[in-house]
């Protein structure tokens, strides 16, 4: 199972808040394959907070019978401990 990284910037940096939301859905962001995969936002991104959408669901109930107990590899050069770092 893979991680990817997505780096918020603008607007969107200053107003996200992930709290009690499962999925979180993009649109339009910037891919890199800079030191590994990562995806950006930029002022034309769309994002979502727990789609309405058997996608959603499907990936909400995987998560909570099997999935948060996974382990997973980023799609980019960093650790999950280099996520929590620079927060």
Do not use: C, M
């Amino acid at each position: 199972l893979k991680i990817i990284k997505v780096t918020l910037w603008g607007q969107i940096a200053s107003s996200f808040n992930v709290d009690n939301h499962l999925v979180i859905s993009f649109k339009g962001v910037r891919v890199s394959d800079f030191n590994g995969v990562s995806l950006s936002t930029h002022q034309f991104t769309i994002y979502n907070f727990n789609p309405d959408n058997a996608e959603s669901k499907r990936l909400q109930e995987w998560w909570n019978n099997k999935g948060k107990d996974s382990n997973f590899t980023f799609l980019s050069n960093q650790t999950v401990q280099d996520t929590y770092d620079s927060n």
